[in-house]
């Protein structure tokens, strides 16, 4: 196997309460976003808020500023546009509104269509959400978040023992809130595209951790009269080279759909990026970590 670095002897669980008390910072932080999206404060996209989203494809080169003007004049406000520049392409995009669905949709289409004649546009999509299908759809996303967590606990339950699923979820739990948290903090939209990010990281994170979950479970069958901190600590070390190789792969991977996929795709891209960096920093500072603080030598007892 293809090694990045060798014979590593970094002390990770000698800076485990550091690593836990960041650790905790980023989950208070990932809590707080929760109880903000949930009273509406966040700034949802119209999966979860309701709204209307319209993309459009002019068959002629219009600047941005030019149609944002057009809809302003034709009386359409508080719309966010996003252009996908390489299809000639515009979303609009109005969250909420007291308006009738459908009546949203068809005024920019008028408006659009009065100033740049039919023949000009092409409706490629519309999208109407009402405010009581996007709080179902909220709803709806975090008790699928919460049933991944809780299908993680199982598997490490039955494949390990509980103490090593608990340092798993803890370790997911962590990844998913740190992620949410920082696109609260940055005011990023939070919509479906965004869970499906999540429910990804989580399920990489799970990888790495199980990963280095099966080392220290071979190591400690072997073990001479090294503690179990050094255990962990060598577990990690060795399987250190094989997370990084693999963490580096998997974030280029996501950095050229960041950089080459499109304004559409953007968000989604720097979820997973960041799911990565923090998936790696937990499944070495966290999962582990956690399951120590039942007691070193009850920890990774064997059954």
């Known amino acids: 196997m293809i090694e990045l670095i060798r014979n590593t002897k970094i002390d990770f669980m000698g800076k485990r309460i550091f690593a836990l008390v960041f650790s905790a910072l980023m989950i208070i932080l990932g809590i707080v976003s929760i109880v903000q999206i949930s009273r509406g404060k966040a700034n949802l996209g119209i999966d979860f808020a309701g709204g209307t989203a319209v993309q459009i494809k002019f068959n002629i080169d219009i600047p941005l500023q030019d149609i944002r003007k057009t809809l302003v004049d034709g009386g359409v406000t508080e719309f966010d ?11 609009i995009r109005i969250k909420k509104g007291e308006q009738t669905l459908g009546g949203r949709s068809k005024k920019i289409i008028t408006v659009l269509s009065d100033k740049y004649s039919k023949e000009n546009i092409v409706v490629d999509s519309t999208t ?4 009581k299908v996007g709080g179902r759809l909220r709803n709806d996303a975090f008790w699928a978040v919460i049933a991944s967590i809780i299908g993680i606990l199982i598997y490490i339950t039955v494949r390990f023992q509980f103490k090593f699923s608990v340092g798993a979820t803890v370790a997911t739990f962590h990844d998913v809130l740190a992620v949410l948290g920082i696109f609260f903090l940055t005011g990023k939209e939070i919509n479906l595209i965004l869970v499906s990010a999540l429910l990804m990281i989580a ?18 069958s072997s073990r001479k009269k090294k503690s179990t901190s050094d255990i962990v600590n060598q577990s990690i070390n060795e399987c250190l080279s094989r997370t990084l190789i693999t963490s580096l792969t998997t974030f280029f991977a996501a950095a050229m759909l960041y950089l080459l996929g ?22 070495m500072f966290v999962a582990s970590p956690v399951v120590l603080l039942f007691g070193e030598d009850k920890a990774f007892s064997k059954r």
Do not use: C
């Not at 546009?81 to 979303?91: C, F, G, M, P, W």
């Open 81 to 91: 546009l996003q252009t996908l520049t390489s299809e000639n392409k515009v979303l």
């Open 128 to 131: 109407e959400i009402g405010p």
């Open 203 to 220: 399920g990489y994170s799970l990888t790495d951790t199980v990963v280095i979950f099966d080392r220290i479970r071979e190591n400690l």
């Open 262 to 283: 499109g304004e559409v795709i953007h968000d989604f891209a720097l979820a997973i990026m960041l799911g990565i960096v923090i998936g790696t920093y937990s499944s």
